[in-house]
């Protein structure tokens, strides 16, 4: 059982909102990220890793730090300042460049700072002034609570992403059937394109490379020998074999430039819809950073619940001694 007069004492009450908080923010990047990686940018689960890597050491890094600096700082101070490294990362995470790596690493270590820096002295600021049994279960309870966070961000962000996903493969496909409609080729060869792009986006590679020739040898000269057969009901039947054959040489190769022309609107529509399409997925994961914006925001407030610098030193003191 969960002895609820922790909740009466106000600066437990703050390290259990900044637990469970500062968990979900954090779990949603560090689970959706490298999904965005390995689904969109198609890079191997390996490299996927390797580029949320900086979260992992810039909270190994700052989190000793913070402990130490909030006998000279204070708990307001501490906390506000990690909660707003980490709404700066989300409104990095909301508006930079996916594509640009250098920039996203950064952020990465930008959202990972801001965890370490309240994650360090959460452990003391929950103790407060409990002593005995109390003590014990303050500490206990703050583990369940940040478990509780992380369970919130994989429900919530997790479903959410999903949702999103399925409306950007709906708005992709039709961009994709409105897009191959304006193709001056025949429907047959409209379909093939439509259902190359479609079965690119189910596959998880909307990016995937399509040849940029969509005409095999046999259709080519299918189509040079319709042509030439139609060319040749608009001359007499004495022509010679001679004639015949410079006939079928300019057929030819006014088909060749036809084709020519057509790969090339098609080669066009493939990347403008191939643009769009990754575009659509990499906004049905960063509006999720979006939207968490304003929620980030209100978080940096928690640092009221906290006691002011003298307090903290006092605090800190007193846990200190019943540790001891």
């Keep these: 059982m ?48 390797l580029l949320v890597t900086p979260i992992t050491v810039a909270i190994f890094i700052f989190s000793p730090i913070s402990a130490l600096l909030i006998k000279r700082l204070g708990a307001r101070i501490i906390i506000a300042g990690g909660f707003a490294l980490m709404f700066c990362s989300y409104v990095l995470f909301a508006t930079i460049n996916m ?24 452990t003391v600021l929950a103790a407060s002034n409990f002593t005995g049994d109390l003590l014990t279960s303050s500490q206990s309870v703050i583990g369940v609570i940040r478990q509780i966070g992380v369970v919130l961000a994989v429900a ?3 479903s959410c992403l999903y949702s999103n996903l399925s409306t950007a493969r709906s708005d992709s496909v039709a961009f994709i059937q409105s897009t191959v409609q304006k193709i001056d080729v025949p429907h047959d060869v409209q379909k093939q394109i439509e ?15 399509f040849s940029t ?30 004639q015949k054959q410079r006939i079928h040489d300019t057929v030819a190769s006014s088909v060749r430039q036809q084709i020519k022309k057509l790969n090339r609107s098609i080669n066009t529509a493939i990347a403008s819809i191939q643009q769009y399409a990754k575009s659509r997925y ?3 994961f960063t509006s999720l950073y979006y939207f968490s914006i304003p929620f980030v925001a209100i978080s940096v407030c928690f640092f009221i619940l906290f006691p002011r610098k003298q307090q903290d030193v006092k605090l800190y003191r007193t846990t200190s001694a019943d540790s001891e």
């Excluded at 009466?8 to 637990?19: D, P, Q």
């Excluded at 990465?108 to 370490?116: H, K, T, W």
């Excluded at 820096?117 to 959460?122: F, K, M, S």
């Excluded at 259902?195 to 995937?208: M, Q, V, Y």
């Design 195 to 209: 259902l190359k792009a479609i079965t690119a986006l189910d596959s998880n590679s909307p990016s995937e490379d």
């Design 282 to 284: 990499t906004q049905a």
């Design 99 to 122: 594509n640009n790596i250098p920039i996203v690493i950064a952020t990465c270590a930008v959202l990972g700072s801001g965890y370490g820096i309240i994650v360090g002295p959460i």
């Design 213 to 242: 020739n969509h005409f095999s040898s046999q259709e080519i000269n299918n189509m040079i020998e319709g042509a030439y057969q139609q060319t040749l009901t608009t001359y007499q039947s004495t022509i010679s074999e001679q």
């Design 156 to 158: 919530i962000y997790v």
């Design 2 to 49: 969960i002895p609820l007069q922790l909740f009466t004492n106000r600066e437990f009450t703050g390290s259990a909102l900044t637990s469970l908080t500062s968990n979900v923010f954090l779990v949603a990047v560090t689970v959706l990220l490298p999904t965005f990686f390995t689904r969109i940018q198609s890079r191997s689960e390996l490299i996927a890793a």
